[in-house]
């Protein structure tokens, strides 16, 4: 992993600087069964291909934003910070 | 004998400056532009190491740092290639991978008797069996096996520095495309750096008829247009994001271009002959460069076989130097069946072509020249074999990267030479791959063994996976599979080339040392106070400033001042701070008054407890939470990570750093905090988890009645600047009092005795709250909050393990991780065990079976392989009703 990240803060860094939580997963809303809990918790799609990934500044601005990354070739094809839920920033 | 020839303009060496330095022991004489390699072929060296298998003797092939052949040790550094590495008056150069020296090895014994008895795969069939000698088989082969010695002992010397750089264009290789492609990328604007390995630019330029002149004005041209020359330098490979590390002397320089130009030429290729690693046969190269850079003859009477204009230059070379060329032979005119070199001692004697023999001490050969493709192929390129001229061109060069001149196929039209000259009749090994000894006849049979993929066979052989990396080996061995198989290259494919291209040394890797290490404010104080300190995570903080058992006593009986500066602390605020709080933790803040504080606990989504602390509201919208000393980084991540899912109107601010904190705790520790606070402390205006602002000794400080170790105490926050003059300020003022400050070890005593968990110490990343036994944690009669789902599904299933209280009926201190067993078998663990004089027994907390987590239930503690008696407590082993720290 030497590619570069373009956070939607600072541009184009290593990504040394950032760590990731991985794939945006859906989380449920209400009371889940057992299986859709642990479906939530531990299962990733783990797409070959793009998908949209949460991804965190460490050692530049601290900021979470989202990223659309190829895992095939890791190109990051577009970064965003996340529009709230209550649409109030 | 020394064979230098008349001094020439363009020669490297300084004839003036004489450098010394010895071989196995015996002074080899060179001078200023030598390589250790140079000097010794210039006093008759020919045998320079022996091989990796047989311990044949073996010379200079290619003289320019790509094979095994000149790998010794320089002044205890295995694996130095000799014939570029520069000299250096007083080294110490040994041979290596020998028993006795490199002209009399007796591991060369395996060359005449084992030789037939090793083919591939040899050891794993042969040591197999029976399997209890394999200890001492393992013993023989690892000593053996592999190639230098490293001494376990040794010490890092010298300065390793790593440097983050970006240019627009990076050129690998400064022969004339390379130089060029510079000079044109400079010109139209870019900032341009050029990685070249040779002590000067210039490749193969340098070895041409004309001398060094075009390559030095080349070089001029590019340095004076601002092109950056980066050598002697390598290129270690191509990474994502077209980032390439550079080996510069001691600099790694991890380089980021918008376009890598990998101009890095042809890689010249031995032919596959029985005797082709005699001593004495080599690349075209080699033998130019002995004559051009250091006016060497290469040896007396020579015979030159080539597939393309190198042996022509080569001639030219050879007989301007006085050698004479017995023979010629160009294979794009004549392609002969059988050439077979024979020689004495190891060294080339003569070389017969179809049977006709010629007499010579030098055999310089070569097939089609190889696109150095290797860091194309790093960067993703494919490679197709072109079945003309007998070579792998790189295609499908991805974007951000441009091949140019040899490295990008440009090599002519060489002739095909035959995958191997052997014919039927010759005994005499071929070799495919030098360094690591594998003849035509192993590869063969690897073959016949069913290893009939390319790749299988490199893992099987292990050729192409020795120090050439494939630059030598890895065409002849596809197409001679090729040709075994009676398919064509192009379905037999090529291995897959990965980083490193060049060696790289893992102290440059390594770069220099960090151990960053934070420190409180208070630092120098505790040192002062006679602390011992420890490591805690990246904190360095006081294990105990004397006796701790004493700083226990101190603490129960008086008070106690300890710095907790290294507490996680974040300040939370904005409109939906409460809210966030309530969603984030498993208990409750809502309804929680301003001045007051709570103990919160952070579980995630699995339930699984991740850290612990306190949480004061200072205001309606403002809290102050207290994180592990290792976790506030990660439990400000977490915060601002679910507040970019949820969006509440919310800041978190890491006050780590900017604040310090001391706790005094102790009977006298509010006689103390009388004496220095300006506001009132008695027992009903500042009660137990209570949060009040105030000046301690002038210090504005946030005050926090908790108490971790048990006592009455205070947490004063207050700005870093001031650690050591408060920290002053209460010892001074608590002399009175007997004040002592004390330290991590006595701190864990203390909270163990009140039953506080450490998380990280008695949880793992397996604990819940259920099961560590902090059920009044958990509101599940609150909305949504982070871990909810899993706690109930923890108290559907029901409890399984529980974190209790113990104390034990024995005067040995058993380890923490210690064994809990329960009929003969492993059923938990302890986490933290300590001697408690409060308690006047070991107590400890452990992980047992639910159904033990009843107040005096026993179960058996393995202490040094004893079983030992254990009873359960479910109470804190002091101070059960929490007077004390009420009071
Ligand atoms: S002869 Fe030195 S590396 Fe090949
Ligand atoms: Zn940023």
């Known amino acids: 992993m030497t590619f570069q990240v373009p956070c939607p803060n600072c541009g184009p860094r290593p990504v040394e600087e950032f760590t990731t939580t991985g794939e945006v997963r859906e989380r449920p809303v209400e009371s889940p069964s057992r299986r859709d809990l642990s479906h939530y918790i531990y299962f990733r799609r783990n797409a070959r291909g793009v998908q949209t990934e949460w991804w965190y500044h460490r050692f530049g601005c601290e900021l979470w934003f989202l990223a659309d990354r190829d895992t095939h070739d890791n190109r990051v094809l577009e970064t965003r910070l996340p529009t709230s839920s209550r649409g109030e920033w | ?887």
């Open chain 2, 1 to 887: 004998m020394v064979s230098r020839l008349r001094a020439r303009e363009d020669e490297r060496i300084d004839r003036g400056r004489p450098v010394t330095f010895t071989f196995d022991g015996t002074a080899v004489r060179g001078f200023e532009g030598d390589t250790f390699g140079s000097a010794m072929y210039a006093e008759g060296r020919r045998v320079f190491s022996r091989s990796f298998k047989y311990h044949r003797p073996r010379g200079l092939v290619c003289c320019a740092g790509q094979c095994a052949n000149c790998m010794a040790t320089v002044d205890g550094r295995p694996n130095v290639r000799l014939c570029v590495e520069p000299i250096r008056e007083g080294a110490d150069v040994n041979g290596q991978n020998v028993l006795g020296s490199v002209d009399r090895d007796f591991l060369s014994a395996v060359d005449r008797f084992a030789g037939p008895f090793t083919p591939p795969g040899f050891y794993y069939k042969t040591f197999i069996r029976p399997r209890r000698l394999w200890p001492l088989y393992e013993k023989l082969l690892r000593n053996a096996a592999g190639l230098g010695k490293l001494n376990p002992e040794a010490t890092r010397e010298g300065r390793f520095e790593k440097e983050h750089r970006s240019v627009d264009v990076l050129v690998v290789g400064g022969g004339s495309e390379g130089l060029q492609a510079a000079i044109e990328a400079a010109q139209a604007g870019s900032s341009v750096a050029l990685v070249d390995d040779g002590p000067e630019p210039g490749g193969a330029l340098l070895l041409t008829e004309s001398g060094d002149e075009p390559a030095r004005a080349l070089a001029n041209k590019a340095r004076e247009v601002g092109v950056e020359l980066l050598c002697p330098a390598r290129a270690v490979g191509v990474y994502e994001g077209n980032l390439v590390p550079i080996e510069y002397d001691n600099v790694l320089i991890r380089m980021r271009a918008t376009e890598i130009v990998v101009a890095a030429g042809v890689v010249e290729q031995p032919l596959v002959f029985p005797g082709n690693d005699l001593v004495g046969v080599m690349l075209p190269g080699a033998a130019s460069r002995l004559v051009r850079f250091w006016s060497i003859k290469p040896g007396e009477r020579a015979v030159v076989i080539t597939a393309d204009d190198s042996g022509a230059r080569a001639v030219e070379t050879l007989k301007a130097a006085g050698v004479r060329v017995a023979a010629t032979v160009d294979l794009r005119a004549t392609m002969p069946e059988t050439i077979v070199a024979s020689g004495k001692k190891g060294r080339v004697t003569g070389v017969s072509i179809d049977g006709d023999s010629v007499r010579c001490d030098l055999v310089v050969a070569s097939g089609s020249p190889q696109p150095a493709h290797a860091l194309l192929s790093h960067a993703g390129a494919r490679v197709d074999y072109d079945a003309g001229r007998g070579v792998f061109v790189p295609v499908e060069v991805p974007d951000g990267i441009r091949a140019v001149g040899g490295a990008a196929g440009d090599v002519g039209q060489p002739g095909l030479p035959r995958p191997s000259f052997g014919g039927s009749g010759s005994k005499a090994k071929e070799f495919v791959c030098i360094c690591e000894d594998q003849t035509t006849k192993d590869l063969r049979y690897a073959h016949a063994e069913g290893y009939d993929s390319i790749e299988l066979s490199k893992r099987y052989t292990t050729v192409t996976m020795g120090p050439c990396q494939g630059r030598l080996c890895h065409l002849n061995s596809v197409r001679l599979y090729a040709e075994t198989s009676g398919t064509d290259e192009s379905l037999i494919g090529t291995t897959t080339a990965r980083p490193p291209w060049s060696p790289v040394s893992l102290e440059v890797l390594a770069g220099r040392p960090h151990e960053p290490a934070r420190r409180t404010s208070m630092h120098d104080r505790h040192k002062k106070l006679g602390a011992t300190m420890m490591w805690t995570g990246e904190w360095r903080r006081p294990y105990a400033y004397g006796d701790p058992a004493a700083e226990v006593r101190g603490v129960h009986e008086a008070v106690g001042i300890i710095d907790v500066s290294t507490l996680g602390k974040i300040l939370v605020s904005g409109r939906d701070a409460a809210t966030f709080l309530e969603r984030i933790y498993p208990n409750r803040f809502g309804d929680m008054a301003s001045g007051r504080i709570r103990y919160g606990v952070l579980t995630s989504d699995a339930g699984r407890i991740t850290d612990d602390g306190t949480i004061a509201r200072l205001a309606d919208d403002t809290f102050y939470v207290t994180t592990t000393s290792t976790g506030a980084g990660a439990v400000v991540e977490w915060f601002e990570w679910w507040n970019a899912i949820w969006g509440y109107e919310l800041d978190v601010v890491n006050v780590t750093g900017s604040l310090a904190a001391i706790n005094v705790a102790g009977p006298d520790a509010r006689a103390l905090m009388e004496r220095l606070v300006d506001i009132p402390v008695d027992a009903d205006s500042f009660r137990y988890l209570d949060a009040r602002q105030g000046h301690v000794a002038g210090v504005p400080s946030l005050l926090l009645r908790i108490g971790f170790v048990g006592e009455l105490g205070y947490e004063i926050h207050f700005p870093s600047v001031q650690g050591e003059f408060l920290l002053d300020a209460l010892v001074t003022e608590g002399a009175d009092f007997g004040a002592v400050p004390f330290g991590l070890e006595s701190q864990r005593v203390l909270r163990l005795e009140k039953a506080h968990i450490l998380v990280g110490q008695d949880t793992d990343s397996e604990s819940n709250l259920l099961e560590a036994s902090m059920p009044w944690i958990l509101k599940l009669d609150k909305g949504d909050f982070v871990g909810r789902w899993s706690a109930e599904q923890v108290k559907a299933r029901g409890l399984e393990t529980r974190l209790v209280g113990f104390r034990l009926k024995t005067d040995d201190l058993p380890v923490e991780g210690g064994q809990i067993v329960g009929d003969g078998q492993p059923v938990g663990r302890i986490t933290s065990v300590r001697r408690s004089e409060a308690a006047d027994a070991i107590i400890g907390l452990a992980w047992v079976p639910a159904d033990k987590a009843v107040e005096g239930a026993s179960f058996e503690a393995r202490v040094d392989g004893e079983l030992i008696p254990a009873e359960v407590t479910l109470e804190p082993f002091y101070d059960p009703d929490g007077e004390r720290l009420r009071s």
